[in-house]
């Protein structure tokens, strides 16, 4: 790997109060990638910092503002995530996701072609992510080898998306140059600079050929020559490029592989796979098939010319989307950089090709040696038709963007009809424009676009604003989801005791549910604790009454049961659950009240023995005591007290009056 020189204004400084610039990774074209250290989340993250003068232009922030945050709603496992954005000194820059590996690039550099099943490894996850973002309408417009990362442990991620649409912009504003990279270019954005799903698709086909042959399918002695031959050259089968054929070797290319190739690079658009998740259902095909050890299967093969899913054979797998996204995907016009690395590992490898910033010239046929003033005119014929072509193909089938701020869209479509271009409508949210007026268009206001191409107006939604949802009685987590999906953030938590509502759940937030809010906007919450604890005092042996009375009034719920008992009195408490002690508002305590002793009815003793009596009264349950009211030594009984069929309690004693 190439040492990278630290002597760089940047390092060492702090951005946004946040991130610590730690050193310089790589330097390409229209940006610097700096390692840093994000202070605030304490992770290590990798800046992307634009070259001075393209913030300048306040139009290029706005849009690389609106493609940095539709790149970041794009949530896939093999997409570089972006973190944040913003301006520094009024250079544009992205955070993004720290990658430690190699890229594509490196592996085709060091290792040539790979095997088909290698191949397919490598790109499916890579269409993934490209699926993913076109079923968000996001087109990512620069897929190389140089933007796919392979980290260290082998998890596979596209980096850069969204920020070609910006760049190409300010790119085309001032230099009037192509941007990109001009080995897989689609052949469209050549001749018509306007980009859809299929330029991806493209890509990808192109990188599917080298990745299998070890080589690119279109080569050059500079840039112009290599996107002249993407307009007027089909790309070869692989199979064509390699030695080994598939009759030979599992290692060889099968011709489903070779029509899936073939079919992606078309250089007619209508011929490609519609978007990448078509795509991405081919090579899943392919890959089944190779799995299988299949190698010739003309059904198969006619499968991967297909340009729509197939239903009867369609693979599904979920692919994660964005939420929204901006935009539509014109790009006017293209320029070659060398690539960006984002990761320290990766080398800062090009595609070949030089920066080229002369004028645009078509590669001409030698002119054979013949006179000199019939070579003299056949030269400046030569000149005179070549530069007419190319005026026309990179100047004069272009024309300005008629202005179109603030007309509503009655407004809009006769404003282009009167500049003899058709027009597309979409919505966005604007702090200025009133809703139903158009905010912006893009192309931009006085931009190049192609005469009679599609301008497309983004019309007011009015203000961004979100109503607060219904939060009480949500845990933490669910309450943040809730208010992250309607694009708020949830502020200081607090806590505070509360009788309805259950511990570590919301009691109220600082703004009224349906409120409406701008996004970011931080909603304060209140989290139970449950409810108050109170002191339960001790109420054994008093009364019930009392007692009832007084937990209701501390906000317990009181229950009782009764029971006999000799030892308190009727309507005391016998017994308390629980305990006293400390307890919460709302819990239960249960009383167990005094009923008083068991009553028993005396028995009749009247004329029986002493012992006879005795024996009687105890069996009763009672206690007996003698009396002798006249001794004339019978010892009958004569009466007791209480007397015979009353009640008295249990283990009570009974008088025995003798005679």
């Not at 910033?357 to 001409?364: F, H, K």
């Not at 009553?599 to 012992?611: E, H, I, N």
Request: hydrophobic content about 40%.
């Amino acid at each position: 790997m190439t040492t990278v020189s630290t002597s760089d204004p940047l390092v060492g400084q702090l951005l946004d109060g946040r991130y610590a610039i730690l050193r310089k990774l790589a330097r390409g074209g229209m940006a610097t990638v700096y390692l840093a250290d994000d202070q605030r989340l304490t992770r290590t993250v990798a800046i992307k910092v634009m070259h001075e003068g393209l913030g300048d232009d306040q139009d290029f922030i706005g849009k690389f503002d609106r493609e940095a945050r539709a790149a970041a709603r794009l949530s896939h496992p093999n997409v570089v995530s972006v973190f944040d954005q913003g301006l520094h000194h009024g250079r544009p820059y992205i955070v993004m996701e720290y990658v430690e590996g190699c890229t594509l690039r490196h592996m085709i550099t060091r290792e040539g072609s790979f095997s088909p099943e290698r191949a397919l490894e490598l790109l499916i996850p890579v269409t993934s992510a490209v699926a993913a973002a076109h079923e968000s309408g996001l087109i990512h417009r620069d897929i190389k080898p140089e933007n796919v990362l392979i980290s260290d442990r082998g998890q596979i991620k596209v980096a850069d998306f969204g920020l070609a649409r910006a760049i190409t912009a300010q790119t085309a504003t001032a230099t009037g140059m192509l941007i990109g990279t001009v080995s897989y270019i689609a052949p469209e954005l050549v001749t018509h600079g306007k980009a859809d799903p299929r330029c991806d698709v493209y890509a990808l086909g192109v990188v599917l050929y080298e990745m299998l042959t070890g080589t690119k399918p279109h080569t050059g002695d500079n840039p112009i020559q290599v996107a002249y031959a993407h307009v007027h050259k089909a790309i070869p089968a692989p199979s064509s490029a390699v030695k080994t054929s598939w009759r030979e070797s599992r290692n060889g290319i099968p011709p489903y592989l070779d029509a899936l190739v073939t079919s992606a690079a078309a250089r007619r658009p209508a011929d490609r796979p519609t978007d990448a998740r078509v795509l991405l259902d081919h090579l899943r095909q392919a890959r089944e098939a190779l799995d299988r050890g299949v190698m010739d299967d003309p059904v198969l093969t006619s499968r991967m010319r297909r340009t729509t899913l197939d239903p009867e054979h369609h693979i599904t797998e979920p692919v994660p989307s964005l939420r929204e996204t901006d935009g539509d995907d014109r790009t006017p016009t293209l320029r070659f950089t060398p690539s960006t690395p984002i990761s320290p590992g990766l080398p800062e490898i090009t595609d070949g090709m030089p920066y080229y910033d002369g004028p645009v010239e078509a590669p001409r046929a030698p002119k054979r040696p013949r006179r000199r003033w019939l070579g003299l005119i056949a030269g400046l014929i030569a000149v005179l038709l070549v530069g007419s072509g190319l005026w026309w193909v990179f100047a004069g089938q272009y024309q300005a963007t008629p202005a179109m701020g603030q007309l509503n869209q009655a407004q809009a479509k006769a404003a282009a009809a009167s500049a003899g271009l058709q027009i597309a409508f979409a919505s966005e949210f604007s702090e200025d424009v009133p809703s139903g007026l158009v905010v912006r268009t893009d192309p931009a206001s006085g931009e190049r676009i192609v005469h009679g191409g599609t301008v497309t107006a983004f019309v007011s939604k009015g203000p961004e604003r979100y109503p607060v949802p219904a939060l009480r009685g949500l845990d933490l987590p669910t309450a943040t989801e809730n208010l992250t999906k309607l694009h708020l953030v949830v502020g200081t938590v607090t806590q505070a005791f509360d009788d309805d509502i259950e511990a570590g759940k919301v009691v109220s937030s600082s703004v009224d549910e349906g409120t409406p809010l701008k996004p970011g906007t931080a909603v304060d919450l209140v989290l139970s604790q449950g409810p108050a604890p109170v002191t339960l005092a001790d109420w054994t042996k008093k009364s019930a009454k009392d007692a009832t009375k007084a937990l209701k009034e501390q906000g317990l719920v009181v229950k009782t049961t009764e029971q006999n008992d000799a030892d308190v009195a009727k309507g005391d408490v016998i017994s308390q659950t629980p305990a006293a002690g400390e307890v919460h508002r709302g819990d239960t305590v249960t009383l167990v009240v005094s009923k008083g002793p068991v009553m028993k009815v005396v028995p009749r003793t009247r004329g029986l023995s002493l012992d006879r009596a005795r024996e009687v009264l105890t069996k009763a349950g009672f206690k007996v005591q003698v009396n002798r009211l006249i001794n004339f030594g019978f010892d009958l009984v004569q009466s007791t007290n209480p007397g015979a069929g009353k009640k008295a309690p249990e283990g009570s004693t009974i008088t025995v009056n003798l005679v």
